[in-house]
């Protein structure tokens, strides 16, 4: 690395922290289209954030981040530093703060290095405990999915989202604005696409074999969605069927099917037999890969996923044909509206043809006007204390906007809640609340159900 030092004389430390080889990968990217000023050392810090990070693979152990150690001058573990407390829910009291700074440099040899973080979702623990501990040092932020496009989900103490310069994210959907960290005034910073593919290629070259069909299979992407209690496990398993037979509709009779890591084994199981039912030739992949490395293997002739970052990838990278199923339901089912994978749901249902409009996944298009009006209207409606300037925005587009299509990303009570376009008038809110009303309402409903039996 090129010797760099601070204003102040003292050298400078970059310390770079990922959970996901996608993560890292990203960061890899990053360095290699010089997104970062020289520094003395870069350190490549790992988390295992998995509910039992015992038994789950650390990154640095997985295919293809030999490729990317190179980038770094050591690699360190934020849970061995820490044990035996879990990344996920620690993070250091007020008061111990300047003791686990001093700890953390004397365990890294930082000495009194300058140091400068560059930390993923930094609205939570563990980035947010890092953030904390090293407290005068400057902050980049790098997304590594669609959740950069949504709201920060909770809202920042002052004293670390000032100290943000950036938000490094992949263009993942082309001209549209992040809203992430936007309250602190922090810009975003695109790392170039074809310079993250090389790197996946790189990871690509160096993964385990794979027995996949040839002749451009159609690839399944699953995402254990359950796990969140978003869908029951039956209804996740049921959204792989679908995703299946879709698929077959479309002409695809070789499948791959992509589970999740941590999804049970027997969902692959259902998936087969019903593949076997339906004559389909279906491949379960079993092995952890990223499902870019798939891309760049396969070739795939169509990616099918719900709402999967991995989707947009596909198109906006590799120029790959993709679908997706089940967007609707998960819109209505994500509780509170706020949830941070509102966002993430609202953009793919908005840009990725439905699995079963075969015309629009044969011409790849969805007409979606004005995509960044609704980011930022759904954005304000998640978030409003936080984005209280986004106001006009959402009226406006409320107002423009709404109809039958889009009433799929709001709640009447929730624009109600906000006085917002599309909410219950103010003289009329008393009427949800009013038993009698409610009454005969289910009357009114029983009524019009008889006639039409």
């Not at 620690?90 to 953390?104: K, M």
Request: charged share 20%; net charge negative.
């Amino acid at each position: 690395m090129t010797s760099h030092t601070s204003t102040g004389g003292r050298r400078t430390t970059q310390i770079f922290f990922a959970s996901t080889l996608y993560g890292a990968a990203t960061l890899a990217a990053a360095l290699d289209a010089d997104r970062f000023p020289p520094a003395a050392r870069r350190l490549l810090l790992i988390s295992n954030n998995a509910a039992n990070p015992e038994t789950a693979p650390a990154l640095d152990t997985m295919p293809g981040f030999e490729q990317l150690r190179g980038r770094f001058d050591g690699v360190l573990s934020w849970n061995a530093a820490i044990s035996p407390f879990h990344p996920g829910g620690w993070a250091p009291r007020g008061d111990d703060v300047p003791l686990w700074e001093r700890y953390l440099r004397m365990l890294w040899d930082l000495g009194d290095d300058s140091v400068h973080l560059v930390v993923e979702s930094i609205q939570v623990n563990p980035a947010l405990a890092l953030t904390q501990i090293f407290t005068g040092a400057p902050v980049d932020v790098y997304a590594d999915g669609l959740m950069s496009y949504g709201p920060t989900r909770n809202k920042l103490d002052p004293l670390v989202g000032t100290r943000i310069d950036r938000l490094l994210h992949l263009d993942l959907v082309p001209g549209l604005k992040p809203l992430l960290l936007t309250e602190f005034g922090v810009e975003p910073e695109i790392v170039p696409g074809d310079t993250f593919t090389k790197v996946l290629a790189e990871l690509a070259d160096a993964g385990p074999d794979l027995d996949v069909p040839e002749g451009n299979p159609a690839l399944l992407l699953g995402q254990y969605l359950s796990a969140l209690d978003i869908l029951t496990a039956e209804e996740e398993e049921r959204l792989h069927v679908r995703m299946l037979k879709g698929a077959l509709e479309l002409g695809h009779e070789r499948v791959v099917f992509k589970p999740h890591p941590s999804a049970p084994a027997r969902w692959s199981r259902q998936l087969e037999q019903e593949a076997e039912r339906l004559g389909a030739e279906l491949t379960v992949l079993d092995e952890p890969v990223l499902a870019e490395v798939l891309y760049q293997r396969m070739q795939p002739a169509l990616v099918v996923g719900c709402f999967s970052t991995a989707l947009l990838t596909a198109s906006a990278l590799y120029g790959l044909p993709v679908a997706r199923i089940g967007t609707e339901v998960l819109l209505e089912r994500l509780t509170p509206y706020q949830n941070s994978n509102r966002v993430p749901v609202t953009i793919v249902d908005a840009t990725v043809p439905e699995l079963t409009d075969k015309a629009a996944v044969q011409a790849q298009h969805q007409e979606t006007p004005d995509l960044q009006g609704l980011v930022e209207a759904v954005g304000f409606a998640m978030q409003p204390q936080i984005y209280p300037a986004l106001r006009p925005a959402a009226e406006a587009y409320l107002s423009d906007r709404l109809n039958a299509h889009t009433w799929r990303y709001f709640k009447r009570r929730r624009l109600t809640s906000l006085a917002l376009p599309g909410g219950v008038p103010g003289q009329l809110g008393f009427i949800p609340r009013n038993a009698t009303v409610r009454r005969v309402a289910r009357r009114a409903r029983a009524v019009k159900r008889a006639a039409l039996g």
